[in-house]
T-cell receptor, first 111, second 117 residues
Framework: KQEVTQIPAALSVPEGENLVLNCSFT??????LQWFRQDPGKGLTSLLL?????REQTSGRLNASLDKSSGRSTLYIAASQPGDSATYLC??????????FGPGTSLSVIP | DTEVTQTPKHLVMGMTNKKSLKCEQH?????MYWYKQKAKKPPELMFV???????INESVPSRFSPECPNSSLLNLHLHALQPEDSALYLC????????????????FGEGSRLTVL
């Protein structure tokens, strides 16, 4: 059974710092991995999608990497801003239609 | 347009009521999902429809009844709910992985906040 974990559970950093969020999954047989952002009480916003054949994806200040063999993905956020404060979730597509989420990392960027 | 629209945004219902949550997407996606999210927890998969047919039911109690009237619409019918069913209900859609053409990227709506009294 696929399980997804995220470290750390919570993170507080001063504005301007670069930071890394970690995601691990137990079964390397995945179709893709997706990173989301969720603001309190809101829906999920897709940030980056990495296909199983890809190693990384970039969008603006965000860079996500994928190492399927070790069951790991990282989300790198450069030059963090207070507006980046949110919960970040990773999700793996473990079978044809099944997407499983990690517990999330709550990020707070202090001005 | 990458929008998934959910209505209502908020719903309060008693345990004997019957109500429905609605979800709509116009991206031509073939897969639509219902997730349940409790406070400070990740979304939990409930149901998946693929090409308008139920493909995944994660052992959800029968008081939750999904329906997919057409490829753009997804409903979740609610009846005889319990207070512990209070949560944020999220709808998502995906172009899936059919024939290697889709990326499987999920797009979410803003959710329906359900309170059961």
């Amino acid at each position: 059974k696929q399980e997804v974990t995220q470290i750390p559970a919570a993170l507080s950093v001063p504005e301007g710092e670069n930071l890394v969020l970690n995601c691990s999954f137990t079964d390397s047989a995945i179709y893709n991995l997706q990173w989301f952002r969720q603001d309190p009480g809101k829906g999920l916003t897709s940030l980056l999608l990495i296909q199983s054949s890809q190693r990384e994806q970039t969008s603006g200040r965000l860079n996500a990497s994928l190492d399927k063999s070790s069951g790991r993905s990282t989300l790198y956020i450069a030059a963090s801003q207070p507006g980046d404060s949110a919960t970040y979730l990773c999700a793996v597509q473990a079978s044809y239609d099944k997407v499983i989420f990690g517990p999330g990392t709550s990020l707070s960027v202090i001005p | 347009d990458t929008e998934v629209t959910q209505t209502p945004k908020h719903l309060v219902m008693g345990m004997t009521n019957k109500k429905s949550l609605k979800c709509e997407q116009h991206m031509g996606h073939r897969a639509m999902y219902w997730y349940k999210q409790k406070a400070k927890k990740p979304p939990e998969l409930m149901f998946v429809y693929s090409y308008e047919k139920l493909s995944i039911n994660e052992s959800v109690p029968s008081r939750f009844s999904p329906e997919c009237p057409n490829s753009s619409l997804l409903n979740l019918h609610l009846h005889a709910l319990q207070p512990e069913d209070s949560a944020l209900y999220l709808c998502a859609s995906s172009n899936g992985l059919a024939g290697g053409q889709g990326t499987g990227e999920l797009f979410f709506g803003e959710g329906s906040r359900l309170t059961v009294l």
